[in-house]
């Protein structure tokens, strides 16, 4: 991060300085929310949560080398070098705000259902064909506290930022919106997750669509043209559209895919009035979509096509999300565990149909989550998806057994409920010979990850 002046954070936040501010420093070299990776210098944030207060931890700041702290209220440990504002988190968000207007550079902002985080992945290689540094969202730093530690990674080195944002409820991506100010943004696609927590896909393609909202005029917003939800979305945008999917209405068209192994393909796409055939470090139909939006927001940008083909060359994949691990015995995963829903785990599915292989397929289903009362309803459309694809079915989780009987009510008989995670281990290790492939996913709350981790060996 470049430093701040003190004066920019009183601007940006409306902060009010102490009477006495002799101890206050010029400037600030970055900001901290967390005293325990705190550097000499910096500006302690303190954050409040249900679970927890920051002001707790503001002495331990000041002892850990923090040149001034914001706070919402008095704080005994040195008024003097201590901004009062209203909340912390919002003082927080107007100085990032600040700091990402101070840079006239490229922000590419991406939401959706599912695949949001494979293509941030995407476009963030994309962009490195052109920028020699590219700022993008680590792990699952994509809510309200993920997006500012993310615009300050920008500094005088940074060609452009791409910057994931998730939501729970309606209301949260504005703000990371404003934040962020994109000058593209991408939503991958509407789908069925949180539909506990918003109740229909209608107030889903609404919270999602916040990030059109605060688009300016001369931004550009990057849809999905297959969804169903595309002319919902499109009364958001006040500036101009471009598209991708499979459908011929799309600006970037997807035209054909050629799997080369369980680790990439090539897609030949229609961008626009050209056509091109790009190589992608991913297996999948769905992934090839992914490459179809990262095109359309490269072309919205105004770059040129040239570069990609190099795109594989700057590709790093996050973690867990159609990650291909090789286990002893010549055997190997499909690890997509990060999350799932029931559109994103029928297109695994489809993915471990497509991979050019030699040996069996199987999976390792579990619940998916915040799905309301049709949860029921799309378990079982998901199990009888699986029984068409499938040699081998194990199931976890109440819902899990759902996913079960659905695929044995369509034919499968070959399909093991597993109660813990350590009994679905030992029936893969028991069951699985060289060349075969096993599909890994769940919600995140399911921890299937662990699974994978026990077949490689990560945990004794």
């Given at each position: 991060?470049?430093?701040?002046?003190?004066?920019?954070?009183?601007?940006?936040?409306?902060?009010?300085?102490?009477?006495?501010?002799?101890?206050?420093?010029?400037?600030?070299?970055?900001?901290?929310?967390?005293?325990?990776?705190?550097?000499?210098?910096?500006?302690?944030?303190?954050?409040?949560?249900?679970?927890?207060?920051?002001?707790?931890?503001?002495?331990?700041?000041?002892?850990?080398?923090?040149?001034?702290?914001?706070?919402?209220?008095?704080?005994?440990?040195?008024?003097?070098?201590?901004?009062?504002?209203?909340?912390?988190?919002?003082?927080?968000?107007?100085?990032?705000?600040?700091?990402?207007?101070?840079?006239?550079?490229?922000?590419?902002?991406?939401?959706?259902?599912?695949?949001?985080?494979?293509?941030?992945?995407?476009?963030?290689?994309?962009?490195?064909?052109?920028?020699?540094?590219?700022?993008?969202?680590?792990?699952?730093?994509?809510?309200?506290?993920?997006?500012?530690?993310?615009?300050?990674?920008?500094?005088?080195?940074?060609?452009?930022?791409?910057?994931?944002?998730?939501?729970?409820?309606?209301?949260?991506?504005?703000?990371?919106?404003?934040?962020?100010?994109?000058?593209?943004?991408?939503?991958?696609?509407?789908?069925?997750?949180?539909?506990?927590?918003?109740?229909?896909?209608?107030?889903?393609?609404?919270?999602?669509?916040?990030?059109?909202?605060?688009?300016?005029?001369?931004?550009?917003?990057?849809?999905?043209?297959?969804?169903?939800?595309?002319?919902?979305?499109?009364?958001?945008?006040?500036?101009?559209?471009?598209?991708?999917?499979?459908?011929?209405?799309?600006?970037?068209?997807?035209?054909?895919?050629?799997?080369?192994?369980?680790?990439?393909?090539?897609?030949?796409?229609?961008?626009?009035?050209?056509?091109?055939?790009?190589?992608?470090?991913?297996?999948?139909?769905?992934?090839?979509?992914?490459?179809?939006?990262?095109?359309?927001?490269?072309?919205?940008?105004?770059?040129?096509?040239?570069?990609?083909?190099?795109?594989?060359?700057?590709?790093?994949?996050?973690?867990?999300?159609?990650?291909?691990?090789?286990?002893?015995?010549?055997?190997?995963?499909?690890?997509?565990?990060?999350?799932?829903?029931?559109?994103?785990?029928?297109?695994?599915?489809?993915?471990?149909?497509?991979?050019?292989?030699?040996?069996?397929?199987?999976?390792?289903?579990?619940?998916?989550?915040?799905l309301g009362p049709r949860a029921p309803e799309f378990h079982l459309a998901v199990g009888r998806h699986a029984a068409t694809i499938l040699d081998?079915?194990?199931?976890?989780?109440?819902?899990?057994?759902?996913?079960?009987?659905?695929?044995?009510?369509?034919?499968?008989?070959?399909?093991?409920?597993?109660?813990?995670?350590?009994?679905?281990?030992?029936?893969?290790?028991?069951?699985?010979?060289?060349?075969?492939?096993?599909?890994?996913?769940?919600?995140?709350?399911?921890?299937?990850?662990?699974?994978?981790?026990?077949?490689?060996?990560?945990?004794?």
């Amino acid at each position: 991060m470049e430093p701040l002046t003190i004066t920019e954070i009183l601007q940006a936040t409306c902060g009010r300085a102490p009477e006495d501010a002799a101890d206050l420093p010029q400037t600030v070299c970055g900001i901290s929310t967390d005293t325990r990776r705190i550097s000499p210098g910096e500006m302690y944030i303190p954050l409040v949560g249900k679970n927890f207060d920051g002001h707790e931890f503001v002495s331990e700041a000041f002892a850990r080398g923090a040149a001034a702290t914001l706070a919402d209220r008095s704080v005994e440990a040195d008024p003097r070098r201590t901004i009062l504002v209203d909340d912390t988190l919002t003082a927080w968000h107007r100085i990032a705000a600040h700091y990402r207007r101070k840079f006239a550079i490229p922000v590419v902002a991406i939401t959706g259902s599912y695949g949001k985080t494979t293509t941030k992945d995407i476009v963030a290689a994309a962009l490195r064909c052109h920028f020699l540094h590219v700022v993008k969202t680590a792990a699952n730093l994509n809510n309200e506290y993920g997006v500012p530690q993310t615009i300050q990674k920008i500094d005088h080195r940074t060609g452009a930022a791409v910057i994931e944002m998730a939501m729970r409820g309606p209301e949260q991506i504005r703000p990371l919106a404003r934040v962020s100010a994109p000058g593209v943004a991408i939503i991958t696609t509407i789908g069925e997750a949180h539909l506990e927590l918003l109740g229909t896909q209608e107030a889903i393609c609404d919270a999602k669509a916040e990030l059109l909202d605060e688009l300016e005029t001369d931004s550009v917003a990057v849809l999905p043209r297959d969804s169903a939800w595309f002319e919902r979305l499109s009364r958001h945008v006040r500036g101009r559209v471009l598209t991708f999917g499979y459908s011929h209405e799309a600006d970037v068209r997807v035209l054909a895919t050629q799997p080369h192994d369980a680790h990439a393909q090539t897609v030949e796409l229609q961008a626009c009035s050209a056509r091109l055939t790009l190589p992608l470090p991913l297996p999948g139909p769905h992934n090839a979509v992914n490459l179809a939006a990262a095109v359309a927001a490269i072309l919205a940008l105004g770059l040129t096509t040239d570069p990609l083909p190099d795109l594989p060359n700057h590709f790093e994949p996050s973690g867990r999300r159609h990650e291909i691990v090789d286990i002893a015995g010549g055997w190997h995963v499909l690890n997509d565990a990060y999350n799932a829903g029931p559109a994103s785990t029928i297109a695994a599915l489809d993915t471990l149909a497509s991979l050019p292989m030699s040996g069996r397929r199987a999976a390792v289903l579990a619940d998916m989550l915040e799905l309301g009362p049709r949860a029921p309803e799309f378990h079982l459309a998901v199990g009888r998806h699986a029984a068409t694809i499938l040699d081998f079915l194990i199931t976890c989780g109440d819902l899990g057994g759902v996913i079960g009987r659905g695929a044995r009510q369509a034919g499968l008989a070959n399909c093991e409920h597993a109660v813990t995670r350590e009994q679905a281990a030992h029936l893969l290790r028991s069951w699985a010979r060289p060349g075969d492939v096993v599909l890994v996913k769940a919600s995140r709350g399911m921890q299937l990850d662990l699974l994978v981790d026990s077949l490689t060996g990560d945990i004794a």
